[in-house]
């Protein structure tokens, strides 16, 4: 898969998933050291925007291995997501992979509006036998309602399709974009070439981080499923850029010139609600946790920009940074 932003570089990052369709090297079922971690995020676990060997689960397994631990390190990175869908990953995969802690590695747009959702497994471990007749497996497989392995793999295609593919939404609703978008980034988003999904998002993180959350039965599930898998949890926060520096407005109102105003700040505690609320869920369930918002603000206000400008994940470096950091909270408890 193919991620590109550029208003930011030229260099489109190519993700190189597994069979499982994670960016990561292959699974194997059995456990080959002696600690198995999972890190569980969205597309900032996976690392959008980042090669390969930069995310913030080899940042988190570069310290380890410094350490002399014999650990294996998951990147359950998931772009796209949000709390729902960890848990539903979390049902499905920890009874297979059986990982002895579980690291939950949430951004700021993963906490969901008030659905309530409990989800259910009824997946085991099945292994692929290479020499079974294709058509044999297909069949046992459909009639098992269970997923088709691939193969082979397929040639790297972009994340987001140009015009005239009716996934693109420049493609129906050019006219009615285009008055709120800078004309290069309107060309970048008609070409696929940048997220066409961020025309005028200010606004949107402006109302959600402000909102109030109710996600106490949701971890309080998390943890109690895990423990029952003999699974330990901890829980980190990763602020949304908007949330920490004030640089980054400039560049979002190249894609919000009619609904945003000329300067405008989500520094302050009122759009810090849903890492408070998180901190205070996780204390009373008693889960480690930890508001990376200070660490990476103190960085921001040092003039160190860790994220992209246009698009808002981070830089490869920093979520290098992000791994270590969390990997040294891991380690203290």
């Given at each position: ?5 550029y ?20 699974w194997?079922?059995?456990?080959s ?110 009639n098992a ?15 987001y ?27 970048a988003?008609?070409k ?16 959600f ?16 499923y ?26 979002e ?6 609904n ?7 520094k ?66």
């Open positions: 898969m193919l991620w590109k932003s208003p930011d570089t030229t260099h489109a990052f190519v993700h190189e998933l597994n069979t499982y369709g994670f960016r990561d090297q292959e194997e079922v059995e456990k050291a002696n600690k198995r971690v999972f890190i569980l995020g969205d597309s900032f676990v996976e690392g959008m925007m980042s090669t390969n060997d930069k995310t913030i689960p080899n940042g988190f397994k570069n310290m380890a291995e410094e350490d002399d631990k014999d650990i294996e390190v998951f990147n359950c990175g998931m772009m796209g997501i949000g709390l729902n869908e960890y848990m539903k990953f979390i049902t499905d995969a920890v009874p297979i992979f059986k990982p002895d802690e579980l690291i939950l590695v949430m951004y700021s747009n993963d906490m969901p509006f008030q659905r309530v959702y409990q989800p259910a497994t009824r997946m085991n471990p099945i292994k692929n036998n290479f020499w079974k007749p294709r058509l044999v497996e297909i069949i046992q497989r459909i309602e269970d997923p088709l392995p691939m193969r082979f793999m397929k040639e790297e295609v972009p994340f399709k140009g015009v005239p593919d009716p996934s693109n939404p420049w493609t129906f609703k050019e006219a009615e974009l285009k008055p709120h978008v800078r004309a290069d980034i309107a060309e988003m008609k696929g070439d940048f997220n066409n999904f961020r025309t005028n998002w200010y606004p949107n993180e402006q109302s981080f402000s909102s109030n959350i109710d996600v106490y039965s949701k971890f309080e599930f998390i943890k109690n895990l423990a029952e898998h003999n699974c330990k949890l901890s829980v980190f926060y990763i602020p949304s850029r908007l949330q920490v520096s004030d640089y980054y407005y400039q560049f109102k190249a894609y919000c010139q009619l945003c105003p000329e300067s405008s700040s989500l302050g505690q009122e759009y810090q609600k849903h890492a408070q609320i998180l901190g205070n869920v996780c204390k009373t369930l008693g889960v480690p946790y930890r508001d990376l918002t200070p660490f990476v603000r103190a960085k921001e206000d040092n003039n160190q920009h860790l994220y992209w400008n246009y698009d808002d994940h981070m830089r490869g470096d920093s979520y290098l940074m992000l791994g270590e950091e969390i990997y040294k909270t891991w380690k203290q408890n």
